[in-house]
């Protein structure tokens, strides 16, 4: 499951709406943050203030680092060119985009969700990748 929606599921299990908990974690605060990130956009909680993280945890009874533990159990089966190539599209990057946010060549991205990173990829551009498409190091080495 992806970190969002286990989230989702927590606040959902409270009887709370999102607009519930957007006037807890603050008056101004943006329904549609809670919105983007509960749908699936992981990176969506990247610009959160740390302050808003931790009244969202407190209010949905998740302790903060949970966040970093909550496997994504619907990609873990996949192979490690699979699971790339799925996190990539869900967060709507292209190869390209990828590749320059992670500062190496597109080259690499298809290498990688070829199945050909063997040969081709160094553990730096795995640990980025992982990084910046939410994968576990982990999960990412557990598959190589």
């Not at 957007?22 to 302050?51: H, K, P, T, V, Y």
């Not at 945890?57 to 190539?85: G, N, Y």
């Not at 967060?91 to 985009?97: G, H, M, P, V, Y």
């Not at 990173?117 to 598959?143: H, M, Q, V």
Request: negative net charge.
């Amino acid at each position: 499951m992806l970190i969002g929606l286990h989230f989702k599921k927590k606040r959902e299990a409270k009887g709370l709406s999102q607009k519930d908990v957007a006037q807890m974690i603050r008056s101004d605060f943006q329904e549609s943050l809670l919105w983007d990130f509960e749908s699936g956009d992981d990176n969506d909680i990247d610009g959160w203030l740390i302050g808003d993280f931790k009244k969202y945890c407190t209010t949905i009874d998740i302790k903060p680092e949970e966040f970093a533990d909550i496997p994504i159990t619907d990609l873990a089966i996949l192979p490690l060119s699979a699971l790339v190539k799925a996190r990539r599209e869900q967060k709507k990057l292209s190869t390209e985009e990828l590749a320059e946010r992670i500062g190496y060549f597109p080259l690499v991205v298809e290498a990688l969700e070829s199945g050909r990173a063997d040969s081709e990829i160094c553990i730096d551009a795995l640990r980025s990748i992982g990084t910046e498409l939410d994968i576990p190091f982990r999960l990412i080495l557990e598959k190589i």
